[in-house]
Nanobody
Framework: QVHLVESGGGLVQAGGSLRLSCAASGRTVMTYNMGWFRQAPGKEREFVAGITRNGGRTLHADSVKGRFTISRDNAENTVNLQMNRLKPEDTAVYYC???????????????????WGQGTQVTVSS
């Protein structure tokens, strides 16, 4: 069983920064590719960023490229999302997810992720 817990969300003004963390527990969890997704009110869940099991490859959505950075610390069993230059349109619930299948790269389809956290709210005011 894999258990994911997100933290670090909150209210921030446009242009500000937040750092989200995902604490993972469960056997071999840090051998999985990991991803961050978000869902805004009235919208579908969307891919934000992903990272391969060894951290060698990352992928960021075009909407966040250059502002957000995903990283992982396998020794600490955490996956982080550094979010800079936040915009009101970044407001959403952010979810951490684990992809247990062996893949060479990051996948952006949410249905391919097997475990999900409860989410953390990020609100960016204008």
């Amino acid at each position: 069983q894999v258990h994911l817990v997100e933290s670090g969300g909150g209210l921030v003004q446009a242009g500000g920064s937040l750092r989200l963390s995902c604490a993972a527990s469960g056997r071999t969890v840090m051998t999985y590719n990991m991803g961050w997704f978000r869902q805004a009110p009235g919208k579908e869940r969307e891919f934000v960023a992903g990272i391969t099991r060894n951290g060698g490859r990352t992928l960021h959505a075009d909407s966040v490229k250059g502002r957000f950075t995903i990283s992982r610390d396998n020794a600490e069993n955490t996956v982080n999302l550094q979010m800079n230059r936040l915009k009101p349109e970044d407001t959403a619930v952010y979810y951490c997810a684990a992809d247990t299948r062996i893949r060479l790269g990051v996948t952006i389809e949410d249905y391919k992720y097997d475990y999900w956290g409860q989410g953390t709210q990020v609100t960016v005011s204008s």
